[in-house]
């Protein structure tokens, strides 16, 4: 028995947005980008501040912290490129040296690393205040892939931009409710369905339907 994967509404993904709107802004740059580069929670923590390619807005995500040991080269949008010049910014008045992207900002662990464990944290704390108790790290990895989908994308595009092994787990993690498929399918079949309904309701002229007014009705 294989179920779907749970990813929010439209409705509970404004009601997480609002509350993380007014989050500190390396909060709101790490879930920008793993929706934005559907990253796991793993690989999220675990950027490295030479991974970033902000001319060409890109990712390495480096093999050591993927699930499959597999390296990949990801991009990111316009917007969230704005929201990491800003942490940038903010990182330097907590620590100028190179390694670890994110970085706790607590009395403890203070410019130390940001661990799994914090992150999970926080995004709990976000889906409770969001009233979305269902919300996880790995919603926003789960919605950009279904958001790919949707889109149009093809399965093994996808399946790269994901860093899945093989096409199995692409499938297990989009998400197309009823709607979309139906959508999917009216948008790639309406030329070629236009024609055959033309076909089959196109009224012959009497000739060459062979009929002719003498001929009982």
Same mark, same amino acid.
């Given at each position: ?11 509970q993904w404004r009601d997480v947005l609002a509350? /993380? ?5 390396? =909060? ?73 992207? /994110? ?5 403890? =662990? ?24 269902? /919300? ?24 790269? /931009?994901?860093?899945?092994? =093989? ?51």
């Amino acid at each position: 028995m294989v179920k779907l994967p749970w990813i929010p509404a439209e409705q509970q993904w404004r009601d997480v947005l609002a509350v /993380f709107r007014v989050e500190p802004i390396r =909060n709101r740059l790490m879930l920008a980008l793993a929706y934005d580069a559907a990253l796991r929670r793993e690989e999220l923590c675990s950027l490295r501040t030479d991974d970033l390619d902000p001319a060409h807005r890109m990712l390495r995500i480096r093999a050591e912290t993927t699930k499959t040991r597999r390296e990949r080269v990801v991009p990111y949008s316009a917007p969230t490129g704005v929201l990491l010049t800003q942490y940038l910014r903010h990182r330097a008045t907590i620590s100028r040296a190179r390694g670890p992207l /994110f970085l706790s900002e607590s009395h403890r =662990n203070h410019a130390e690393p940001l661990t799994l464990w914090t992150w999970s944290k926080v995004v709990r704390r976000i889906a409770v205040a969001a009233e979305v108790p269902r /919300f996880s790290t790995h919603t926003m990895r789960h919605l950009c892939l279904t958001d790919l989908a949707r889109s149009g994308w093809e399965l093994h595009a996808i399946a790269t /931009f994901a860093g899945h092994a =093989n096409l199995d787990s692409t499938m297990r993690y989009i998400h197309l409710s009823g709607r979309d498929l139906s959508d999917k399918l009216s948008r790639g079949m309406a030329q070629i369905h236009e024609w055959r309904v033309g076909m089959l309701t196109e009224q012959p002229d009497a000739a060459a339907a062979g009929v002719t007014s003498s001929e009982p009705g």
